[in-house]
Each structure stands twice: as structure tokens, then as C-alpha cells.
């Protein structure tokens, strides 16, 4: 009886100091992960001759923000990072070097590295089926027929992920779908495009200081 009695104090001790390890383990992922901490990723593809081009909007955007908000990009694993600080949150801004096709390898790499949710992370995008300069705001939705996105979902297991989605149009011949997408803007179409960028970098911002609802309603629109 009276070992009976030991062993049982022993299992509750035990038991005890199970509770409390794992308590501590999950109050010590709580303080890793930053709730001010958010990842902008604009999608692109690398190299000099995609510079300028419409399936980039999305380095452009990330590249105005840090212009605005004085980051410096730095050449990281899968992509350039530049940090910058709006409102008291820091905003990771990301270029993924992986090409647009396998951007979610990237994207799931820096959410990772960084224990930034999903929810926190903006995805900014080329969309063909929308008008030159019309933005879409949305917390999740279907890959559309974009490669970028497709993989994104592949690699994150889900369509759940904040993305921006900017209209590039679809001013192409059947078959020059490609040349269009990797075609350099018209002279006629910057001053939308650069407008469109602007109000995008607001966009993104808005992001990380309003609730989805009201993020959206400021957002969504044309430029």
C-alpha cells in the first residue's frame, strides 16, 4: 500500500513536469514568433531581361517600398530581403530568386524561417484577367490559371494565403499569350502602371495595419 502510494506521487510528479515542460516550450515558440512581423513577397522572375516586364509587377512593387522606406536588399537564400519599419511593424520584403514558377519553394522557405503564420504574408501578383490597373485584394481564393500562385498552393498546402492581384490586361492575339506576359509595358500604359504601383505599396501597407475587411475596401479599386 504505502509503495502503491509512493509510485503514484512519483506518475503525478511526472505527470506534473510533463504539463509544465510543455507549457514552457509552447509560451517559448509564442515569444519566437514576432506578431508585428509581416513578409511582403512580390513574384517576378530574375534576371536583367525580365526587368520592365508586365510579369513583374510584383518586384516592382516590393522594389517601391523599399525605395520609399529606405531598404536595402540583400541577396539571401531563394531571394533579395530588404527589411523595412512602417506603424511599429517590420516588413520583411521579399523577391523570390527561385522564378515564377516555383515561387512558393521561396515563400514557404522565408515563412519558415522567420515563424511568420501564413496569414501575414502578401503575395503580389500579375493577373491577366483583369483590366490594366484594377486591383484585387484577396485573404484566399484559386490559383487562376497563374503558374506563381499554382506553386505557392502546392508548396503550402493551401489556398489560403493572402494575395494582390494586379490587372495587367490581355491586349494579345491568341497564341502570344508568353510574349505578352514577358513583353515590356507600352509607352502609352506607364503613367497606369506606375500609378497602379503606387497605390499597390498602399495597399500592402494597409495590409499589415487593417483588418482584412477594411484593407480590402481600401484597396480594391482602379488606378
Known amino acids: 500500500m504505502i509503495f502503491a502510494l509512493k509510485l503514484t506521487k512519483h506518475h503525478m510528479s511526472i505527470s506534473s513536469f510533463r504539463s509544465w515542460f510543455t507549457g514552457l516550450w509552447h509560451r517559448e515558440e509564442a515569444i519566437q514568433h514576432d506578431p508585428m512581423k509581416y513578409i511582403i513577397a512580390g513574384l517576378g522572375n530574375i534576371g536583367a531581361k525580365y526587368d520592365g516586364t508586365r510579369h513583374n509587377i510584383g518586384f516592382d512593387v516590393v522594389d517601391h517600398l523599399a525605395e520609399q522606406y529606405s531598404g536595402v536588399w540583400k541577396s539571401e537564400s531563394l531571394g533579395s530581403i530588404a527589411q523595412i519599419k512602417y506603424k511599429g511593424r517590420t516588413l520583411l520584403l521579399l523577391k523570390p530568386s527561385t522564378y515564377m514558377n516555383r515561387s512558393g519553394k521561396s515563400i514557404r522557405y522565408w515563412l519558415q524561417k522567420h515563424k511568420v503564420p501564413v496569414e501575414k504574408c502578401l503575395v503580389i501578383v500579375d493577373d491577366l484577367n483583369l483590366d490594366l490597373g484594377v486591383r484585387r485584394l484577396r485573404a484566399k ?27 495587367i490586361g490581355s491586349d494579345y492575339r491568341k497564341g502570344q499569350q508568353v510574349d505578352f506576359v514577358l513583353g515590356e509595358w507600352e509607352s502609352d500604359e506607364r503613367a497606369d502602371v506606375d500609378a497602379m504601383i503606387t497605390a499597390a505599396a498602399k495597399c500592402s501597407l494597409d495590409f499589415c495595419t ?13 488606378s
Open 141 to 167: 481564393g484559386s490559383d487562376g490559371g497563374h503558374n506563381g500562385l499554382k506553386d505557392i498552393q502546392e508548396q503550402l498546402g493551401s489556398s489560403a494565403y493572402p494575395r494582390l492581384r494586379l490587372g
Open 210 to 222: 487593417m483588418d482584412y475587411k477594411h484593407a480590402m475596401n481600401a484597396c480594391n479599386g482602379r
